[in-house]
């Protein structure tokens, strides 16, 4: 499968942004998918996670509450919808897939990667 996240850019502090995840080659709509992201001299972290259904979604504790997570299988994609962004947000953005029956956190348990989407925040 290829992943091709978009949506990212430059927002104030307190805006708003969506990203999109569009997959190729196969369905994704078996899998559960995550969104993770990486900011300069930091680990990649995980952001959010959705059920093969959409059925169940997980967060971190950083964005829970500003950051909702969704996804749309006839179209095949993913989205991350970010609200209230602060500068601590500012990363490369990434979206996975799990490897079957998986829906957590731990970067391990995803086996297909998009090449990612940078956002920016200014205060």
């Known amino acids: 499968v290829q992943l091709q996240a978009s949506g990212g850019g430059l927002v104030q502090a307190g805006g708003s942004l969506r990203l999109s995840c569009a997959a190729s080659?196969?369905?994704?709509?078996?899998?559960?998918m995550g969104w993770f992201r990486q900011a300069p001299g930091k680990e990649r972290e995980f952001v959010a996670s959705i059920s093969w259904n959409g059925g169940n979604t997980y967060y971190a504790d950083s964005v829970k509450g500003r950051f909702t997570i969704s996804r749309d299988n006839a179209k095949n994609t993913v989205y991350l919808q970010m609200n209230s962004l602060k500068p601590d947000d500012a990363a490369v953005y990434y979206c996975?897939?799990?490897?079957?029956?998986?829906?957590?956190?731990?970067?391990?348990?995803?086996?297909?990667w998009g090449q990612g989407t940078q956002v920016t925040v200014s205060s």
């Open positions: 080659r196969r369905t994704i709509s078996n899998n559960a």
């Open positions: 996975a897939t799990a490897r079957l029956g998986r829906v957590g956190s731990s970067l391990y348990e995803y086996n297909y």
